[in-house]
T-cell receptor, first 112, second 108 residues
Framework: KAGVTQTPRYLIKTRGQQVTLSCSPI?????VSWYQQTPGQGLQFLFE???????NKGNFPGRFSGRQFSNSRSEMNVSTLELGDSALYLC???????????FGPGTRLTVL | GQNIDQPTEMTATEGAIVQINCTYQ??????LFWYQQHAGEAPTFLSY????GLEEKGRFSSFLSRSKGYSYLLLKELQMKDSASYLC?????????FGAGTTVTVRA
C-alpha cells in the first residue's frame, strides 16, 4: 500500500509570492491534516479536512488556506509569503478521526 | 488552550530502559499518541492510548492516566537506532496538538 505522498519535496520562493503544496493520502483514508514544523515552534496544526470539509483550523493567519478534493487529495496554499513561513510542511492522513495519522515526507519551503 | 510538556533531552546506554514523561492540560481529550521522528524524516506512529492503563507493543510501552493528565513512553532494550525525537500528541476536535519533543540519545 502506497504511503502519503507530498509534492513538491523542496521549494524556494521569495517574499510576497504564493505557494501551493499538494498531498495525496493513503488510499481509503478520508481525513487529511496539515502541520508546520520549525525548530523554534515544533509541530503546529494548520487544518484538518474530512470529505472535503474543514473540521478544525489552527492559529495561523488567513494567508494559510487549504482544500480537499472528492478523491481525498488535499492542497494547501500560502499567499504573500513571509520569511517566517520557511518550514517543513507535513501532511498526514488517517482512516477516521481518532485513528493514528500517517505522515508524508513533507515539503521543505524556503522563503528568501 | 493546549499545554503539553515533555523533557527536552534524555541520554541512555544501549540495552537500557528509558521513560519519557508527558503531562498535558487540554480543553478536550480524544486520545494521546506517541510518535518517533528521526532527524530529517517525517514522524512515525508508535502508540495510541485513549483509556487509562498500559499499552505494550514490542519494546515500546505507553501508559495513560487521564485524571492526572499524564502519559509516559517506555523504551526497553535500547538500540542505537532508537536515537530520535519522541513526540507526545493529544487529539481533540480533529486536531492533534504536539509537545516540543524529547530528543533521546543512545550511547554505546
Amino acid at each position: 500500500k502506497a504511503g502519503v505522498t507530498q509534492t513538491p519535496r523542496y521549494l524556494i520562493k521569495t517574499r510576497g509570492q504564493q505557494v501551493t503544496l499538494s498531498c495525496s493520502p493513503i488510499s481509503g483514508h478520508r481525513s487529511v491534516s496539515w502541520y508546520q514544523q520549525t525548530p523554534g515552534q515544533g509541530l503546529q496544526f494548520l487544518f484538518e479536512y474530512f470529505s472535503e470539509t474543514q473540521r478544525n483550523k489552527g492559529n495561523f493567519p488567513g494567508r494559510f488556506s487549504g482544500r480537499q478534493f472528492s478523491n481525498s487529495r488535499s492542497e494547501m496554499n500560502v499567499s504573500t509569503l513571509e520569511l517566517g513561513d520557511s518550514a517543513l510542511y507535513l501532511c498526514a492522513s488517517s482512516l477516521m478521526a481518532n485513528n493514528e495519522q500517517f505522515f508524508g515526507p513533507g515539503t521543505r519551503l524556503t522563503v528568501l | 488552550g493546549q499545554n503539553i510538556d515533555q523533557p527536552t533531552e534524555m541520554t541512555a546506554t544501549e540495552g537500557a530502559i528509558v521513560q519519557i514523561n508527558c503531562t498535558y492540560q487540554t480543553s478536550g481529550f480524544n486520545g494521546l499518541f506517541w510518535y518517533q521522528q528521526h532527524a530529517g524524516e517525517a514522524p512515525t506512529f508508535l502508540s495510541y492510548n485513549v483509556l487509562d492503563g498500559l499499552e505494550e507493543k514490542g519494546r515500546f510501552s505507553s501508559f495513560l492516566s487521564r485524571s492526572k493528565g499524564y502519559s509516559y513512553l517506555l523504551l526497553k532494550e535500547l538500540q542505537m537506532k532508537d536515537s530520535a525525537s519522541y513526540l507526545c500528541a493529544v487529539k481533540n476536535d480533529y486536531k492533534l496538538s504536539f509537545g516540543a519533543g524529547t530528543t533521546v540519545t543512545v550511547r554505546a
